[in-house]
């Protein structure tokens, strides 16, 4: 499995913006995705975003044309901009890896962001 490293999660005011960040340290080959997810207590785990080496994106409803994931390859670094923030973006948000060719998945151990005034 890949190592992830975050950062980027803080206290911010709705309608106010943050910036994670995620990184494959080392020599990493064959990422073929990168995503986040999020996970709020006493819900599931959800998808927020995510982004393939061929250039796909996708994001959940919720968060289109706020959130925007960006991915550098050589850096296997992947970010997410958050801006108008929502209260009800608060969570503990998860980088996410995929590798086809080795069938693994790989977890960061998660930055809380809370929405709050």
């Known amino acids: 499995q890949v190592q992830l490293v975050e950062s980027g999660g803080g206290l911010v005011q709705p309608g106010g913006s943050l910036r994670l960040s995620c990184a494959a340290p080392?020599?990493?080959?064959?990422?073929?995705?990168m995503g986040w997810y999020r996970q709020a207590p006493g819900k599931q785990r959800e998808l927020v975003a995510t982004t393939t080496t061929t250039g796909n994106t996708n994001y959940a409803d919720s968060v289109k044309g706020r959130f925007t994931i960006s991915r550098v390859y050589a850096g296997n670094t992947v970010y997410l901009q958050m801006n108008s923030l929502k209260q009800e973006d608060s969570a503990v948000y998860y980088c996410?890896?995929?590798?086809?060719?080795?069938?693994?998945?790989?977890w960061g151990q998660g930055t809380q962001v809370t929405v709050s005034s």
């Open positions: 996410h890896a995929h590798r086809t060719y080795y069938n693994d998945n790989s």
């Open positions: 080392g020599s990493v080959f064959g990422i073929d995705a």
